[in-house]
């Protein structure tokens, strides 16, 4: 078995064993409080570390001399590994970067962070975007240092009130303000094709895919639709690669 499957696997099981708290904000809550689920996204992080790094790299290159960027993770389709990849990174820069990261579950069709980082549902982006919630309610404090989550909130609301809309806009200029990395995780663009509209807000845009799996003609579509909406395309990120020499030997040449 893989290095990677087995810390999923591990995140999982920390995951189900934690006291997964149900957490209901209201405007009258005090200022953000730790919550819980450091263990199993510290597990999951761990196995990318290296990635992560490389990505960061790549990142700064690409956006030279900025002390704050957003950038905004999206995919063709689901199921590529946005999610896993883009907390990886938030937690790798806010760890041994030393980085604020203000980590944002915009996916409103099929949030993902929640789940992944162990945390109970409360409050978020939609909450503020839909029914004027202070962000500073909205925004989580987590029990890894410099990192804060945005999850995706409670209030229904469609994709193009969402992306691509002033107020999302001005949620992302505001956490700007405080955190060098905004980190916005989003649908998939053939699923929520709304979700191109929210590129030019970011500084640059990843697309994530996934080796072997990902249609060629699919993901050449989905860049012509991010580049077609503005979009800094900074590049692609292939996920799940197989190697046909063990991984550490790979990694050696
Ligand atoms: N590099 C990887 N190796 C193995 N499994 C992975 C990897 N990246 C993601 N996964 C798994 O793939 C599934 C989908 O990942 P997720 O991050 O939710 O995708 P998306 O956000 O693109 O829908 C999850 O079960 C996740 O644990
Ligand atoms: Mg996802």
New binding site residues.
């Given amino acids: 078995m893989s290095r990677?499957?087995d810390a999923?696997e591990r995140a999982r099981r920390e995951r189900a064993k934690s006291p997964n708290r149900a957490e209901t904000e209201t405007e009258s809550s005090p200022a953000p409080k730790p919550v819980e689920g450091g263990a199993s996204l510290a597990t999951l992080a761990d196995c990318f570390t290296q990635e992560c790094e490389t990505l960061r790299s790549a990142i700064e290159a690409a956006l030279p001399g900025r002390a704050q960027r957003v950038i905004m993770f999206t995919?063709a389709v689901?199921?590529?590994?946005?999610?896993?990849l883009v907390a990886s990174l938030a937690y790798t820069l806010a760890t041994r970067g030393g980085m604020r990261v203000a980590l944002v579950d915009a996916n409103i069709k099929a949030p993902?962070l929640a789940a992944l980082m162990g945390l109970g549902p409360h409050a978020g982006l939609t909450d503020v975007i839909g029914r004027d919630l202070d962000l500073n309610l909205a925004l989580r404090a987590t029990p890894t240092p410099n990192l804060h989550v945005l999850l995706c909130g409670n209030t229904p609301l469609i994709s193009s009130e969402v992306f691509g809309s002033s107020r999302t806009a001005s949620v992302l200029q505001s956490l700007k303000e405080h955190h060098p990395y905004v980190l916005l995780d989003t649908s998939a663009v053939m699923s929520v094709p709304e979700v191109a509209m929210q590129a030019t807000s970011a500084d640059g845009v990843v697309l994530?895919a996934r080796a072997n799996k990902t249609d060629r003609a699919v993901l050449q579509k989905t860049r012509d639709i991010l580049q077609g909406s503005g979009a800094n395309l900074l590049g692609v990120v292939l996920?799940?690669r197989r190697f046909v020499i063990p991984e550490f030997i790979y990694r050696r040449l």
């Fill in positions: 990677i499957h999923l995919s689901r199921g590529e590994g946005c999610t896993t993902g994530v996920n799940r």
